[in-house]
C-alpha cells in the first residue's frame, strides 16, 4: 500500500508539560516512519496561514494567542493511510469526547488545549507539510523495520 505523509504539531501545551518523548513515542511504537522535525515558535502571520479555514469563528483569537504562546514541535509522519490512522491517535478535538487510548483522551481535559495538531485530509497535509517544511528538509530513506510493519505480498 502506498504510503502518505501527514503533518503532527506537538501545541505549545505539549511542550510546556514535557509530553514530546511521549506523542513521539506513539507515532514510532505505532510503526510511522519520521521524515521531518523542526521546533519553532509560531508567529501571527503563520498561525492565520495555518489556522485559515477558523480565521472568522469566534473561538479564533483564543486560539491565535495559544498558539503563538510558546514553541512547538513541528513533524511529518509517513505510513499508509497516515492521515486517518494519526487522527485516530490524536482524538476527537473535544478531549471530553476523546477515548481513552487517545492522546488527547489520555492527556487532555480542553478543547483548546488540545495537544497535538494533524492533518485532517489530504490537501490539508500538502499544505501543511509545505507551509513548515521546505522540500529538503523532508528525509527519503528506508527504514529496515518497515518490513515487519506492513505485509507487501
Ligand atoms: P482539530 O485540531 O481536531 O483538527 P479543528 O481543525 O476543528 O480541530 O480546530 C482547530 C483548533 O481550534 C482545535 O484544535 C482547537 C480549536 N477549536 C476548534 N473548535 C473549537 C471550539 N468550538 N472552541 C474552542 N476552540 C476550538
Ligand atoms: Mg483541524
Redesign the pocket.
Known amino acids: 500500500m502506498a504510503s502518505e505523509r501527514t503533518f503532527i504539531m506537538i501545541k505549545p501545551d505539549g511542550v510546556q508539560r514535557g509530553l514530546v518523548g511521549e506523542i513521539v513515542s506513539r507515532f514510532e511504537r505505532r510503526g510511522l516512519k519520521l521524515v521531518a522535525m523542526r521546533m519553532l515558535t509560531i508567529d501571527e502571520a503563520l498561525a492565520r496561514r495555518h489556522?485559515a479555514?477558523?480565521v472568522d469563528k469566534g473561538?479564533f483569537p483564543?486560539?491565535l494567542a495559544y498558539i503563538t504562546s510558546s514553541p512547538v514541535v513541528a513533524m511529518v509522519w509517513e505510513a499508509p493511510s497516515a492521515i486517518s490512522l494519526a487522527r485516530q491517535m490524536?482524538g476527537s478535538?473535544d478531549a471530553t469526547q476523546a477515548p481513552g487510548g487517545t492522546l488527547r483522551g489520555d492527556f487532555c481535559l480542553d478543547?483548546?488545549f488540545?495537544l497535538v495538531?494533524?492533518s485532517?485530509s489530504s490537501p490539508a497535509a500538502q499544505r501543511e507539510i509545505e507551509l513548515f517544511f521546505d522540500p529538503d528538509l523532508l528525509m527519503n530513506y528506508d527504514k529496515d523495520l518497515d518490513r515487519w510493519l506492513c505485509d507487501s505480498d
Open positions: 489556522y479555514a477558523h473561538f483564543a486560539l490524536l478535538t478543547i483548546g488540545n495538531h494533524g485532517d
